[in-house]
């Protein structure tokens, strides 16, 4: 087992949806700060969020305050190339994963963040044409000159993550979609192959990306189940208790909220005191699961 495993906070903070907030550099730092000061440290980059201008705007706040910069552990992504004509990142053009795009990529990524080391660099997404000896090579060098401390992968099922780690058995992270409104990963080795491996999940999504809490949502028995327990438990929101349900994993999932807006990510944190029940855990997976009601 690896004894120098890094140690992210609970919770994390993803950058995402950056972009599209138009927040202003003194209202990212009052997010950054809110982050800090409740103790989540964790950061979540990639090289195409925002067509890289969340990396930008954010690197810009921490050369302004180089003293945030040491509380963090920042993350980021590449092997998604990106499409001109799509800033979000949903519809990529191609996959690059080849060791010449990594090494390019992860220089891009700490220019852009105005930093000198990043602490963790992810594979974004499978990419078919990987070649995992080629990202160990990169991954290696990467660390050799300093410039990562930290490796992992994102939206990797078992057959890669069998298949990097045997090139590259420092692999530390898997980072992918989990929330109550998304078991995928439950019901495919996934989470049991991180644990085979002791690997950090990192949950992205954690609250299904938003759309419980719009008029388009389809699954009238878990949002009503969500209610009941908010209910019951006295809580503020529905999120609270979609994040408890992530965090009560033995695993010590580390869910990464995208909202924009800091009382949210507030109510988020919150979370991190709720304990649900096995009972109330398997009766929200229950009801997650059920035909959906019109
Ligand atoms: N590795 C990958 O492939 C991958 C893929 C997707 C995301 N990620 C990472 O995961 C992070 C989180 O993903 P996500 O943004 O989809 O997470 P999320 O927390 O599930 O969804 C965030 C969205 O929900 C909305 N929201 C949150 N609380 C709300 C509430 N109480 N009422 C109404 N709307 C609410 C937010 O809007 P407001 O901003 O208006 O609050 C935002 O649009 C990303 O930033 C990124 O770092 C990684």
């Known amino acids: 087992m690896m004894t120098n495993k890094i140690k992210l906070s609970p919770m994390a903070f993803g950058l995402w949806r950056l972009h599209e907030a138009n927040l202003s550099d003194e209202q990212l730092k009052?997010?950054?700060?809110?982050?800090?000061?409740?103790?989540?440290?964790?950061?979540?980059?990639?090289?195409?969020?925002?067509?890289?201008?969340?990396?930008?705007?954010?690197?810009?706040?921490?050369?302004?305050?180089?003293?945030?910069?040491?509380?963090?552990?920042?993350?980021?992504?590449?092997?998604?190339?990106?499409?001109?004509?799509?800033?979000?990142?949903?519809?990529p053009s191609y996959y690059n994963t080849s060791?010449?795009?990594?090494?390019?990529?992860?220089?891009?990524?700490?220019?852009?963040?105005?930093?000198?080391?990043?602490?963790?660099?992810?594979i974004h997404r499978v990419d078919h044409l990987m070649d995992y000896k080629e990202v160990a090579r990169a991954f290696r060098d990467l660390k050799a000159v300093g410039k990562v401390k930290h490796f992992g992968v994102s939206n990797f099922l078992v057959p890669q993550l069998d298949a990097i780690i045997k090139e590259f058995p420092d692999i530390e992270i898997n980072q992918?979609?989990?929330?109550?409104?998304?078991?995928?990963?439950?019901?495919?080795g996934v989470i049991e192959r991180c644990a085979y491996h002791d690997l950090t999940v990192m949950a992205y999504s954690p609250l299904g990306g938003g759309l419980i809490f719009s008029n388009q949502y389809d699954n009238n028995l878990l949002k009503t189940k969500l209610e009941e327990v908010k209910d019951n438990l006295s809580l503020e929101g529905i999120d609270q208790v979609m994040l408890a349900w992530i965090l009560k994993h033995p695993l010590k999932i580390v869910p990464v909220l995208g909202t924009m807006k800091q009382h949210r990510l507030m109510s988020g944190f919150k979370a991190l005191d709720i304990e649900l029940t096995h009972r109330t855990w398997y009766e929200l997976y229950t009801h997650s699961q059920l035909e959906r009601m019109p």
């Open 99 to 122: 060791y010449d795009y990594i090494i390019k990529q992860t220089d891009l990524i700490l220019e852009q963040l105005q930093i000198e080391v990043l602490d963790v660099l992810l």
């Open 30 to 91: 009052d997010l950054i700060v809110a982050c800090l000061e409740q103790g989540i440290n964790t950061f979540d980059h990639a090289d195409i969020y925002g067509g890289g201008q969340a990396q930008i705007q954010f690197g810009r706040v921490l050369a302004k305050n180089p003293e945030l910069r040491e509380q963090m552990i920042i993350v980021s992504k590449c092997g998604i190339v990106r499409n001109p004509e799509d800033n979000s990142g949903l519809t």
């Open 176 to 188: 992918i979609q989990v929330s109550v409104d998304h078991l995928e990963h439950f019901k495919n």
